[in-house]
């Protein structure tokens, strides 16, 4: 098993920057490729950010490209995703996720094993 506990969110305005941080903990965390989605109100959860096990490997949906940016720290076992000029349409449930293809960068939320609980990120405009 995987835990996994997402922190960072908050309220921010248009325009401005968050930083989501996601710790892993129960086994290994450089086994795993690590995703970030997200979901609105209404909404389907939908793939935001992926990255592979050693950080070489990353993709983003289009609606975030150049926008945000994942990066993750095996030694501290933690994830993250940068988050810049944010949108009121970026408002939403963010959840971190774990596969087990180490070397992958899927943002299909069905390759993921495990989940964290999710922290809310709301833009205001």
């Known amino acids: 098993q995987v835990q996994l506990v997402e922190s960072g969110g908050g309220l921010v305005q248009s325009g401005g920057s968050l930083r989501l941080s996601c710790t892993a903990s129960?086994?290994?965390?450089?086994?795993?490729?690590m995703g970030w989605f997200r979901q609105a109100p209404g909404k389907a959860r939908e793939g935001v950010a992926a990255?592979?096990?050693?950080?070489?490997?990353?993709a983003f949906a289009d609606s975030v490209k150049g926008r945000f940016a994942i990066s993750r720290d095996n030694a501290k076992n933690t994830v993250y995703l940068q988050m810049n000029s944010l949108k009121p349409e970026d408002t939403a449930v963010y959840y971190c996720a774990a596969n087990r293809f180490p070397t992958s960068v899927y943002l299909n939320r069905g390759f993921y094993d495990y989940w964290g609980q999710g922290t809310q990120v709301t833009v205001s405009s």
């Open positions: 129960g086994r290994t965390f450089s086994d795993y490729a």
């Open positions: 990255i592979s096990w050693s950080g070489g490997n990353t």
